[in-house]
């Protein structure tokens, strides 16, 4: 296995609980999953690996999606725009500013 050189999690609001899922998993972020894998592979960024997490407990502007290593949280990631404009900064080694949580 090769080590991502960047991670993106994309919250998946799965709860250990067992309590209903929250508003990301409402808001269709299960559905973003096939459009980033298939982007990153398009775009030849395959030391990017994408993964679906438990809730990451920031609902109220949900779908969450936070990159790692740099620690970037974007919220009200909706769509394919908004995953546009993500992969177009992480390519460019900047932030997508619109959608970063502050």
């Known amino acids: 296995?090769?080590?991502?050189?960047?991670?993106?999690?994309?919250?998946?609001?799965f709860r250990a609980s067992g309590a209903p899922q929250g508003v990301c998993a409402k808001k269709g972020s299960h559905d973003l999953l096939a459009y980033l894998e298939t982007e990153l592979a398009d775009r030849g960024m395959g030391e990017v690996t994408v993964t679906a997490t438990g809730?990451?407990?920031a609902?109220?502007?949900g779908p969450i999606l936070a990159v790692y290593p740099a620690n970037i949280w974007y919220g009200g990631?909706?769509?394919?725009?908004?995953?546009?404009?993500?992969?177009?900064?992480m390519g460019?080694?900047?932030?997508?500013e619109e959608l970063v949580l502050k």
């Open 77 to 89: 990631v909706g769509g394919e725009d908004e995953i546009d404009a993500i992969l177009d900064a």
């Open 92 to 96: 460019t080694d900047s932030v997508a």
């Open 1 to 13: 296995m090769i080590k991502p050189v960047k991670h993106i999690l994309v919250c998946g609001s």
């Open 55 to 57: 809730c990451l407990k």
């Open 59 to 61: 609902c109220d502007r």
